[in-house]
């Protein structure tokens, strides 16, 4: 035997660091040396590619260590290997320890210096064509393990045979494997520095089995052919600050079931067409996917992530997932998707402890572990943690052309103390609370992803008054283009789950929102949160007493919504007033649809979208504060509060009234900054909606008398529990 017997050792009890400096073809005094550790294998041979010639290795060992000397050689050939397997089956296959790297000296340095914005392209298992030969090239990143193998459904899950070399300092492990393609299932064996063995799933996988089986799948998502050129370049050169975005939130896996294949959920392909239709129909400008990155848990609804560029196996391929994405494009639907780089979950098979030691994750449970969700905290002061979680974003916009991500528990990352007693976290070097790191991180993020991708949005849901959120980096900012607008909904839903007598002495709850209002870029919003943990559905928490009652408030409440600045997203089930909380494991209630009380909803919710999209007024002054004003915020004997959206042009002057008492007013007088027509564009007491039919017949002309600090005034009609929307219609009509 040949080679060294420390290096036979390390080989066979699957402890080498470099295997491609023992295995493999190597120059050995005036000829060649060839070694190959196999499974499974009575006789090898070296087979010369061009000429067929035949080399025979002798076995030197009953684990598969075959070794020969070829003296008639001494230039290295290109080569396979012939073996006969216990079973007589003879395979002829290329040497995964002949090929050089896949990652240059560069990739690695970028990668270790966080600046390699696409490294998912290179870390992780691609289908390759090395050498005009076809394989598998993986690359995973393990700095403290002392050994690290592919092991899968080709090689029987045995960590010997597949060793991965460790290139240079960096910190990751690569090797090359001819022959095996899509479909072969795969994990990382990591032998730590204790000798502790670490099966994990490829932090870099795009695809996974199904829980509770957890292998990474190899699989190409590249060869998707796309046709939404059009949409993407109109995505590029929207400004979405004057634009209308009115986002329909869904929770993928309970939006809609097959009762007839026994209640399971809507694939991906199936999504496409339904979904599409419905967002449509509705006037939706986008859809908002709660997190679609494979999770092992679907009680998490997708926030505990394993496989942060993996769309989940649940609902069909990452194919299946382009092509929900592109008929939505098709259709002129843009697509959100919730994005979870707060924290992750302690699966043995993830990553945590990855290579044995705290690799992701912070080391000290003071700044690495969450007390609220039981998931780790990422390392964002690490370069290599920030490159992975960046690609991440920039995976799912590169691959799957995602419009944007609303980032999930901004502020647990903002805050050190978030969620914790004194004596609970590290202050920043600076002994203050802010996590400086991941700040930096966010701002990186926030700036790459708006460069990369012209028009991708970047929300972020964050509950404190963290100042500059949706601000840009440049001017200091975090560089969100949107903010959730929590406390308007808290306040907002307070006042609507009182009953109509108490509220008069609420009407600051309504107002008090205008104070901060353009203190960011706000998005209006009733999501999921709002409709679990016993908190009951948007139609039950209204304040009244039967349905109908309550459907008129919901109505109200939504054409309020609709009406003020902010985008808005809206979680499914709300836009028909679904009676029970949310279940993420069964199917919202369309059944309800049947009932007036609930199609109305849906019709006026309809109606608004298209509002909010036809009228300027509605959406310049999202984000610009001179696109507001109050007429009447002081009414709260009444229960009104009136206000105007405005454009540019007077006669896109929208006047907006809201009334939340169940008794009709008449002749309420309000003034107007112009005089003539005012045209009733939206009543929600309609009778289309199922309201009581009251209104104004269409509008109401102004009259020559000032009132609310302005030179003129009409009277009106204010049906009870309604919000009522005029437009200013110019002084000749009506």
Known sequence: MIVAKEEFKRLTEALHHHPHQCLGMHPYKKGLVVRAFLQDAETCEVVDVETDERFPLKSTSEYGFFEGEIKSRSEVFTYRLRVQQGNGEIRQFYDPYRFLP??????????????????????????????????????????????????????????????????????????????IAEGNKYKYEIRDEGGNLHLK???????????????????NVTGFQWEDDEWIK????????????????????????????????????????????????????????????????????????????APTQRYGTPEDFQYLVNELHKAGIGVIMDWVPAHFPTDAFALGKFDGSALYEHEDPRQGFHQDWGTLIPNFGRHEVKAFLLGSALSWLDRYHIDGFRVDAVASMLYLDYSRKEGEWIPNKYGGR???????????????????????????????????????????????DFKWNMGWMHDTLQYFEKDSIYRKFHQNNLTFGMIYQYSENFVQCFSHDEVV?????????????????????????????????????????????????????????????????????????????????????????????????????????????????????????????????????????????????????????????????????????????????????????LPGMSTTIFKYSGEAEG
Not at 563 to 582: I, R
Not at 648 to 655: G, R
């Open 234 to 309: 109109r995505r590029s050169q929207t400004d979405w600050k004057n634009a209308p975005i009115s986002a329909y939130e869904v929770h993928f896996g309970s939006w809609k079931r097959k009762v007839e294949d026994g209640g399971r959920p809507f694939t991906y392909r199936e999504m496409a067409e339904e979904l599409t239709r419905y967002v449509v129909d509705l006037n939706y400008t986008h859809v908002e996917f709660m997190p679609l990155a494979e999770h092992p848990f679907t009680g998490s609804w997708g926030y505990q992530v394993t496989g942060y560029f």
């Open 533 to 717: 943990h016993g908190k009951g559905s948007m139609l039950m928490k209204m304040g009244a007493g039967s349905i109908t009652e309550k459907s008129h408030n919901l109505r109200a409440l939504y054409a309020l919504m609709w009406a003020w600045p902010g985008k808005k997203t809206l979680f499914m089930g709300q836009e028909f007033g679904q009676s029970d909380e949310w279940s993420y494991d069964n199917s919202l209630a369309w059944h309800l649809l049947q009932y007036k009380d609930h199609s109305g909803i849906l019709d006026i919710i309809r109606d608004l979208n298209q509002l909010y999209k036809e009228e300027p007024a509605l959406v310049t002054g999202d984000t610009d504060p001179q696109g507001f004003e109050w007429v009447s915020a002081g009414d709260a004997d009444s229960s009104v509060l009136a206000f105007l959206r405005k454009s540019k042009n007077p006669e896109d002057t929208i006047l907006v009234v809201g009334h939340y008492t169940p008794v009709n007013r008449y002749g309420y007088t309000l003034g107007v900054p112009y005089p003539g027509f005012w045209k009733e564009v939206l009543n929600s007491s309609a009778s289309h909606y199922g309201g009581e039919g009251t209104g104004n017949l269409g509008g109401v002309k102004t009259d020559p008398i000032a009132w609310d600090q302005h030179g003129h005034s009409m009277k009106i009609t």
């Open 102 to 179: 896949c990652l240059s000296d560069e990739d690695l340095y970028l990668f270790n210096k966080g600046d390699d914005h696409r490294i998912y392209n290179k870390l992780g298992a691609h289908v390759r064509t090395v050498d005009e030969v076809a394989g598998v090239s993986f690359a995973v990143w393990a700095p403290s393990a002392k050994r690290v193998s592919v092991v899968g459904d080709f090689n029987r899950w045995d960590g010997r045979y597949h060793q991965m070399r460790a290139l240079g300092s960096s910190g990751v492990w690569e090797i090359f494997i001819p022959g």
């Open 201 to 219: 799933t490829d932090p870099y996988g795009t695809y996974f089995e199904a829980p509770p089986h957890n292998a990474s799948v190899i699989r």
């Open 434 to 480: 802010e996590n400086l790191e991941a700040i930096e991180f966010l701002q990186m993020t926030n700036k790459l992803v708006h460069d990369y991708y012209p028009g991708v949005l970047m929300i972020a849901e964050e509950s404190t008054a963290f100042s500059g959120i949706s601000k840009p980096v440049e001017e200091g900012g975090i560089g969100f």
